[in-house]
């Protein structure tokens, strides 16, 4: 391996740690300046990966979209669980578990 494959595969790992470091603090639901900020900062760190290799940006934005729809089909087999097993508490006799249940579930919706 050439020098210069080893610098474009360092930078591209490095270029990709730095967009999941802001993806995970990242809060699209919020309009805080603070957020537009770390958006800003999203996009200069995803044109930086295209220049450097387009397939790889490509590659990036498709396990980003597997994870997220992961993520939803994750939470929709919980939602079911959980509501299944609200079902079965008794409410007057575990009042913090149910309550506990329905306030998870409620977090999903």
């Known amino acids: 391996m050439t020098n210069k494959k080893l610098n474009k595969l360092l930078e591209v790992q490095y270029l990709k740690g730095r967009l999941d ?4 603090g990242y809060v699209p639901t919020s ?10 900062r999203i996009s200069k760190y995803e044109n930086k990966l295209k220049d450097v290799d387009i397939v790889c940006y ?8 597997n994870r997220r729809f992961a993520k939803q089909k994750s939470k ?30 409620d977090s999903y919706k």
Not at 21 to 24: D, F, G, H, N, R
Not at 58 to 65: A, V, W
Not at 76 to 105: A, C, G, P, T, W
């Open 31 to 40: 309009n805080s300046t603070n957020n537009r900020m770390v958006d800003a």
């Open 58 to 65: 490509h590659i990036d934005m498709i396990e980003r979209m």
């Open 21 to 24: 470091e802001l993806y995970k």
């Open 76 to 105: 929709r087999k919980m939602s079911v669980l959980l509501d299944k097993v609200l079902h079965l508490i008794d409410k007057n006799d575990n009042l913090n578990l149910y309550n506990e249940i329905k306030k998870q579930l």
